[in-house]
């Protein structure tokens, strides 16, 4: 494939991976971002990767993007609208990369021109200052099954990151949600790495976490039974090293706000939508909630 340009908005933790995959897959790579910082780098159990990426601080900075990646927190995406307005020409291809259920309703608002496609990424990473990641394990995307979803897979043929199309995005979706929806409030709440779910009554909790989840999925429209929640509880500190944490970990211990409101949030809604009680979520959103982000 001919070398594209790609903007990254949101060059944190995914935004970083993304751009050292895209670069590694031979593009030209801007990274647009809030907090400037000279050079993006990061450390991956194979070693240092520097990332040759422009830095684009200012909307104007930037045009003429053949692809735009959007890899903020959810809460985040509202903030990112002139960086979407100055790239948005109609044909670049927008790819939604967050965690939780609200890839298109994300940025529905603005009304974009460009086809969007929603994607999900199963990676452990951490944003530790602005330009510098650690990338703790593999990566590996699904996107919305499609053409657009292949050629989001061939643009980034070639990299480390491993992309699958999901033909049922949904259920992707609220299956990430499983990962997500215990051990990113408990992790943030406690503040612990992955290991916290190592303790029995942990696990038990997140066991009641994720049964609420996965009924709430089902009445989502998601095909995912208890044993898919199982799989999640069983492999926590098997796909992640238990030194990882969890995005909403890091941004509590960055005292940035977390993404509570788009990971337990959607659960507790739809649980009160479809008349499915959600306790223990609800204690968790509540929690969460009232944490104070650190003056
Ligand atoms: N970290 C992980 O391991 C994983 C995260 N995810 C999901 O990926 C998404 C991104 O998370 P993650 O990468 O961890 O988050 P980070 O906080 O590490 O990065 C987010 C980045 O977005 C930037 N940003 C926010 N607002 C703007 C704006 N208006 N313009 C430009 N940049 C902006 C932030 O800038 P600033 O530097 O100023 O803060 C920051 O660099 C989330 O939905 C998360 O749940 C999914 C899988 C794994
Ligand atoms: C899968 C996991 C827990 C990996 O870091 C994640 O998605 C997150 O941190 O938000």
Not at 125 to 137: C, D, F, L, Q
Not at 261 to 286: F, Q, S
Request: with cysteine; aromatic share 4%.
């Amino acid at each position: 494939m001919e070398p594209q340009h790609i903007a990254v908005i949101g060059s944190g933790a995914v935004g970083g991976v993304l751009a050292a995959a895209a670069h590694e897959a031979g593009h030209r790579v801007t990274a647009c971002v809030r907090t400037p910082f000279e050079k993006l780098a990061l450390d991956t159990p194979e070693g240092r990767q520097e990332v040759p990426a422009e830095i684009a601080t200012a909307p104007d900075e930037v045009a003429g993007a053949d692809w735009v990646l959007l890899s903020t927190k959810v809460q985040d995406v509202p903030g990112t609208e002139p960086w979407l307005r100055a790239l948005d020409d109609g044909s670049a291809p927008i790819v939604l990369v967050h965690n939780g259920v609200e890839h298109r309703r994300s940025v529905a608002a603005f009304g974009l021109r460009g086809p969007l496609l929603p994607a999900l990424i199963y990676v452990a990473a951490e944003r530790t200052r602005p330009g510098h990641v650690i990338r703790r394990s593999g990566a590996r995307m699904f996107v919305e099954g499609g053409a657009l979803g292949a050629r989001f897979a061939a643009l980034l043929a070639g990299s480390g990151v491993r992309i699958e199309e999901a033909e049922d995005f949904r259920t992707a979706a609220w299956r990430k949600m499983l990962v997500n929806i215990a051990a990113n409030p408990i992790t943030a709440l406690t503040l612990r790495r992955l290991d916290v779910l190592d303790s029995p009554e942990v696990r038990e909790l997140a066991s009641g976490v994720l049964a609420e989840a996965v009924a709430v999925a089902n009445a989502e429209g998601a095909a995912l039974s208890w044993s898919d929640a199982e799989a999640v509880l069983d492999g926590y500190t098997k796909t992640f090293s238990a030194d990882s944490g969890t995005s909403m970990l890091y941004d509590r211990l960055a005292g940035l706000p977390t993404e509570h409101d788009h990971i337990t949030g959607p659960v507790v809604a739809g649980g009160r939508e479809h008349g499915i009680p959600t306790p223990y979520n609800r204690t968790l959103l509540t929690l969460l909630r009232a944490l104070r982000p650190a003056s």
